[in-house]
């Protein structure tokens, strides 16, 4: 076969090589992993009259139609037009139209979520309605970054692999008087977080504050109502965490007990923090690989930048990264090949 | 308006070491208890916890306490002058002028089973001729155990007395369970005049009772005293409650008729 | 004598009637529930007509009022000791029929049981006057028509929530008063006659039987269902048990209380014995005795009925699912068994 096509444009327009020549994947935007069923007649009409005939579920929480040809490639972005103007321009607000010319970028990643509190027991927040807000502040946008919402700090999204893993939390309230000294909030604590409750010789509860993780077990446990969730929805944010063939890391914990308005605030200065560390020339390079180049506390100054923090959120003063570099001594290499963050 | 639940301050008039992990308390106080009743002991911003009395005369009761939890490791730190606060008599006691007056008693108690039924026993050793004849099979774990050792002693001059300990073998006292001891009383000869007694943790009181029945005695000539968990001592915080039985109320004798449906 | 107040009205007589009496209806706490933004029910004071929920069931019973989850009995400063001491108003409690009715029930056992009043529960019970909530709600977790608890005659006043006013029949003369000059128009409170969920009551013939039933393997279903978190008992208006405990304040002891809280016999350690003994070792036994007593040792026990009221708050409440009347249709099943058995 004799094609001549620039992969680097169609990847861009969310259509991924496939090894078979010609061939290409596209990936569809879930921001937030729901979406009206209605919309999978579009996804099953694609795979069969354009695709191969297989969907595939994407890693990324994204709806993938493999197997279409480059020459139908303009015929299935006319197709998802429709699509693209219910999910991105309406449904999350987005600063965009939608045309025949299909995604504009496949820079921000698509954002991932849990199911969160519309149906979990144990989320804290509404994910999918957070991710809709972050998706408007970081598409469409040429710069790279990888964004997962979870209803609570067990993470069933994965934010902990993410750049950004955002994560529903709150300061439970504990009232003594409703508290009949059973226990099962301690005992909750202890099996499915960080055992932070104890109970007492008067028959009630003490508390180690400081490294309860706001997950809400105990308020799940308790018979009485005597623990209940405090009045704002808060989040825990981590920071740099990533999959990868040279660095992969868990995210670190960047921020703590923060209100959505200071989630929000510190997205909507993402593209500005790219675009200051590749100095305005947007490339195919994954988040994080930015953080690093910049240094945690250049990007903690650029992402906070005009953010009001409310009283209790607390914030990574400094970042001690560990990494499990995937061959010894990946990271040690000349000075002049060092990468290099802002004017270049 | 009355309040129920509040408790008396009294003086201690005499701590007696009984075993190494039982003391006895005689308390100042006009509360004039029946035989098997209980009261309710406490120390303030400590406990309260229900305990029997094992004895008692004109202005004093004795408290046989097994140091067992935070209660009564507070009570143990108590000394003579100091102050315990009581509240009751609780609970329906040993039916013995009604019932027990007259006949041969048979007693059958395990550890400190003996203190609910001391204060009955006193009165019949004190008082000859009271009951027909007394029987008493007494059983302790082990030596530690024993409680009232030399009331228990003094005994054997007036009661038939069998002392057993569960292994462990000394002068004068059988080995093995007070189970093995029960067709060695006498039951034919006492014709239809006896009542047995049998108090001691719940498994010992149920298969002290199979025994006894194994060997001709009727249910109604059965008795027993429950221990349980007890808040108020007043039929209000259910805790002793069984079926539609109040243990503080009801109890804590009772007939075996009745305590044979007494199932937790 | 019935009248027709809008809320305006109803809300300066309940300035008026503040002087003298706490006023205590089912409040909602938004975001307060079990799982995140879900709201609790529950009693609380209320300033106006407007905090009440007359259109759903709270979620926590009316007990609450009169019997505290925690309630002090005694203070101790050194070898002082006094009474505790309650508000000096009286109470004024909105109530539907169910939740009366529950009142005279735990009233059987508060006052007189073995001889013995409550004077922490009688000092309560002389202070309240009732208003009774006309009951229009038909959840299917109410069987109140079949424990015989639709109807009552024990209210000072009764109310129903309409259109934006409330129509109140003024059946106890000291409150004619407040509503002089206020428009007359006739009410008579209307009482649930059919539930959707109805319950027959097991009859258990005799001891023997009871005894087989106890023993009968239909309860060993809830060793695996039941959790043992008291949540059914907490939640019902009927449940009294409590645990004493005396406390110190301070740390060398001088100064402390001695308090009730409620306690559940669902809960692990109800029986516990200092010295170890303990009754009831398993779920499926808690449930048997928590059971029997709602359906059979009360009555046995006071006559007349049975001690359920048929609210259905244990059901609403139990975080697995399990219900009550299920319960009582698996055990009329057993019943029959056992007596087919015996007459065999």
């Known amino acids: 076969m004799n094609h001549d096509i ?43 009259t354009y695709g191969n005939g297989t969907f595939h579920i994407g890693m990324r929480q994204t709806l993938n139609v493999p197997g279409i040809k480059y020459e139908n490639i303009p015929a299935v972005n006319a197709k ?25 970028t496949i820079g921000a990643r698509n954002v991932m979520a849990c199911i969160g509190n519309s149906h979990c027991i144990k989320a804290n927040a509404n994910t999918h309605e957070l991710a809709k807000k972050i998706e408007k502040l970081i598409f469409p ?26 994560m529903g939390i709150f300061k439970m309230v504990y009232d003594a008087n409703r508290c009949i000294g059973c226990g099962a909030c301690a005992k909750a604590c202890l099996h499915h977080a960080t055992g932070v409750l104890s109970l007492n010789d008067h028959g009630k509860i003490d508390k180690d504050t400081c490294c309860c993780v706001g997950c809400g077990e105990c308020v799940i446990a308790c018979p009485t109502g005597g623990w209940t969730r405090g009045n704002t929805h808060l989040y825990r ?108 | 308006m009355n309040n129920p639940v509040k408790p008396v301050p009294c003086k201690i008039l005499e701590v007696k070491q009984e075993s190494k992990h039982e003391y006895t308390f005689k308390v100042e106080s006009d509360i004039k208890p029946s035989h098997g009743q209980f009261l309710q002991l406490s120390i303030p911003k400590v406990g309260e916890a229900p305990i029997s009395v094992s004895a008692y005369g004109d202005g004093w009761m004795d408290f046989t306490i097994r140091s067992v939890g935070k209660v009564t490791d507070e009570i143990f730190k108590k000394e003579a002058g100091d102050t315990l606060f009581l509240r009751g008599a609780y609970g329906k ?18 550890g400190t089973g003996l203190a609910p039924v001391r204060s009955m026993l006193r009165l019949f050793a ?70 047995v007694v049998i108090v001691g943790p719940p498994p010992m009181m149920k298969f002290t009772a199979i025994e006894a029945m194994k060997c001709g005695v009727p249910e109604e000539k059965i008795w027993v005293s429950y221990e349980r968990k007890m808040s ?25 008729t009745k305590a044979k449906y007494l199932v937790d | 004598m019935g009248y027709k107040v809008s809320f305006e009205e109803a809300n300066q007589i309940f300035a008026e009637l503040s002087s003298e009496y706490e006023i205590w209806a089912p409040k909602r706490f938004p975001g307060k529930g079990r799982y995140s933004d879900t709201d609790i029910i529950r009693y609380d004071k209320v300033k106006t007509v407007e905090e009440i929920v007359f259109d759903e069931k709270s979620d926590f019973p009316a007990k609450e009022v009169l019997s505290p989850i925690t309630e002090p009995l005694f203070y101790f400063t050194e070898d002082e000791w006094r009474e505790s001491k309650v508000t000096s108003k009286k109470i004024m409690i909105f109530m539907r029929p169910c939740d009366i009715a529950a009142q005279h029930r735990q009233e059987r056992i508060y006052l007189g049981n073995g001889g013995f009043n409550d004077m922490y529960y009688e000092r309560m019970h002389e202070k309240v006057k009732i208003v009774m909530m006309q009951c229009d709600l038909d959840d299917d977790t109410c069987f109140c028509v079949s424990m015989g608890t639709n109807k009552t005659d024990d209210y000072s006043l009764a109310v129903v929530c309409q259109d934006g006013a409330l129509k109140v029949e003024v059946k106890d003369e000291t409150f004619a008063p407040y509503f002089e000059g206020k428009t007359a128009e006739d009410y008579t409170p209307s009482f ?152 065999k």
């Open chain 1, 6 to 48: 620039d992969v680097k444009k169609t990847r861009i327009n969310c259509f991924r090589q496939s090894k078979v020549p010609g061939e290409f994947m596209l990936q569809l935007r879930v921001p937030g992993a729901l979406i009206d069923a209605k919309h999978l007649s579009l996804v099953q009409e694609l795979c069969q």
């Open chain 1, 80 to 104: 998802i037009k429709e699509y693209i103007q219910d999910v991105d321009v309406e449904m999350c607000d987005c600063d965009m139209e939608a045309d025949d010319k299909g995604y504009p």
């Open chain 1, 141 to 166: 946008s040429h710069y790279h970054i990888k964004v997962s919402v979870a209803g609570c700090p067990n993470d069933c999204a994965k934010g902990n692999f993410n750049d950004f893993g955002v």
């Open chain 1, 237 to 344: 944010v981590t920071l740099g965490g990533r999959t990868g063939k040279q660095y992969p890391r868990m995210g670190k914990l960047f921020l703590n007990w923060v209100t959505e308005d200071v989630v929000l605030g510190m997205f909507a200065n993402w593209q500005k923090f790219s675009a200051w560390v590749m100095d305005y020339k947007p490339e195919y390079l994954h988040g994080g690989h930015l953080i690093d180049r910049a240094g945690y506390m250049k990007f903690k100054e650029m992402i906070l930048d005009g953010v009001e923090l409310n009283p209790e959120a607390k914030v990574a003063d400094e970042l001690y990264w560990t990494e499990a570099e995937q061959r010894a001594n990946i990271h040690v290499k000349p000075i002049s090949q060092h990468h290099k963050a802002g004017p270049q």
């Open chain 2, 93 to 110: 006691g040993w039916p013995v002028e009604e019932q027990f007056k007259g006949k041969n008693m048979v007693l059958i108690v395990g």
């Open chain 2, 126 to 195: 004190e008082n000859p001729g009271y009951v027909e004849s007394v029987t008493l099979i007494a059983g302790f774990k082990n030596e530690e155990g024993i409680v009232f050792r030399n009331e228990l002693e003094s005994w054997r001059d007036k009661f038939n007395c069998i002392y057993t300990l569960d292994r462990d073998k000394i002068d004068n006292w059988e080995v093995g369970f007070v189970t093995q001891f029960v067709s060695k009383v006498p039951f034919k000869d006492f014709g239809d005049n006896y009542e």
């Open chain 2, 232 to 256: 108020c001592a007043i039929g209000k915080c259910g805790h002793c409650r069984i079926d539609e039985t109040y243990v503080c109320l009801e109890g804590p004798v009772f007939n075996y």
């Open chain 3, 192 to 343: 649930p006659t059919e539930n959707k969920t109805k319950v027959k009551i097991p009859e258990i013939p005799n001891k023997e039987v009871l005894t087989k039933l106890k023993s009968h393997p239909m309860w060993e279903e809830y060793n695996k269902r039941c959790i043992s978190c008291g949540s059914c008992t907490v939640a019902c208006s009927t449940c009294t048990c409590f645990t004493t405990t005396d406390i110190a304040y301070n740390e060398n002891g001088s100064v402390g209380e001695r308090r009730r809280t409620s306690a559940s016999c669902q809960i692990e350690g109800f029986t516990d014995m200092a010295g170890g003994h303990s009754f009831r070792n398993t779920a499926g036994d808690r449930m048997r005795y928590k059971v029997l007593h709602k359906f059979h040792d009360y009555k046995e026990r006071f006559k007349d009925y049975h001690m359920c009221v048929g609210c259905g708050r244990c059901i609403s409440r139990c975080p697995e699912f399990i219900s009550i009347t299920a319960t009582v249709d698996k055990m009329n099943k057993a019943i029959a068994e056992i007596v087919a058995e015996e007459n």
